[in-house]
């Protein structure tokens, strides 16, 4: 059945250059079979109402039907495409794969679960329309169902990210935005492998604002994204990323570990050649001593391994994504890899 639906897309005609479309919504999937439909019921009519569109699945292998269901999507509306990745890559990467692939004159990110609202992309639009770069889609309360430790664990993230990294990533946002081209051909050109777009987005810069919403429950399904593990990874990216804070703390608390302990010596020795006094060793001392030091220098040596792995990452140069596929591309253009079939790496050249 696949096959037939391929077979079938393969052989209609490319859509041309000069058919550039006002927007295009980047939405990566993975085991989503269950939410494509719901969010093409909604996100079309608003797209229709903004103008011309293209609607750009980026799909990491999954064992449910969530590319059939995707294939028989396009035979319906030739303005939704779906570009296949050799195995699974991650969201990330799929969004940056997405971000390399499409050619509307704007771009919205969101995922399939319409925990972000589709309708909301009407106010970005309109919103871009009045001279900004970036709209972002700004939460004003996350959904009661989520746990109490993660809705913690992000409203603190978002704070310490700021803190420590070089630029300011906009609080309670996500992926959810929308950006003209200019944006995202500068985000292109950058070769980092680590996508984290928020951050990315950040760097680069130019007029960017945000909408506010409420966040919605998820539509169907189970969510993909790991319940506590995400956020802590998200953190992670956004820090190290985009600062050098955790190297410096680390080098200042072994500076201030080391001045208590000289002082500490200098203090005993003082006593005990100026005023004879004799301080007995003390077994729990010295273990919670060692004890301290010995965690110290395994943070120390754990934060200095994130970084020496991501800068081993980037030496490798290996890609971000391989695309497998392409079903429905538009025609090839400068930059783009838009073969119907074919490997392709996903890194900017």
Not at 121 to 149: H, S
Not at 229 to 247: C, D, V
Not at 272 to 294: D, K
């Amino acid at each position: 059945m696949v096959e037939q639906l391929e077979q079938r897309i393969v052989s209609r005609p490319l859509l041309r250059r000069a058919d550039q479309p006002d927007i295009s919504v980047i939405v990566p999937v993975f085991r989503e079979e269950k939410n494509i439909r719901l969010f093409l019921e909604r996100v079309e009519p608003v797209l229709e109402a903004i103008g011309s569109y293209e609607i750009l699945f980026c799909y990491d292998p999954s064992p449910d039907r969530t590319k059939e269901v995707i294939l028989e999507e396009i035979l319906r509306n030739s303005r939704i495409r779906l570009l296949c990745f050799s195995r699974r890559f991650g969201q990330p990467a799929a969004v940056m794969a997405g971000l390399h692939h499409c050619i509307g004159k704007s771009c919205v990110v969101v995922d399939v679960d319409l925990q972000d609202p589709p309708e909301l992309i009407a106010d970005l639009y309109r919103k871009l329309g009045e001279g900004f770069d970036v709209v972002m889609a700004k939460r004003r309360k996350r959904n009661k169902t989520e746990p109490l430790i993660r809705r913690l664990m992000s409203f603190v993230g978002y704070r310490v990210i700021n803190a420590l990294s070089d630029v300011e990533i906009p609080k309670d946002t996500g992926e959810f935005r929308i950006m003209n081209r200019r944006v995202i051909d500068e985000l292109c050109r950058l070769k980092e492998g680590h996508g984290f777009l928020r951050g990315l987005v950040a760097f680069v810069g130019f007029n960017q604002t945000f909408v506010e919403f409420d966040r919605q429950e998820r539509a169907a399904g189970d969510s993909n994204y790991p319940r506590y593990l995400g956020s802590i990874r998200i953190g992670l990216n956004g820090i190290i990323g985009f600062s050098t804070a955790l190297l410096t703390g680390t080098l200042f608390a072994g500076i201030a570990i080391a001045a208590t302990a000289l002082l500490v010596g200098v203090y005993v020795a003082v006593q005990a050649l100026v005023f004879g006094e004799h301080y007995p060793l003390g077994f729990p001392t010295i273990t919670l001593l060692i004890a301290l030091l010995g965690g110290v220098q395994l943070v120390a040596i754990g934060i200095l391994g994130e970084y020496i792995g991501r800068v081993y990452d980037e030496v490798k140069g290996r890609p971000a994504y391989i695309v497998d596929r392409f079903f429905n591309p538009p025609e090839r253009r400068p930059g783009a890899g838009s073969a119907e079939n074919g490997i392709q790496a996903g890194r900017p050249s």
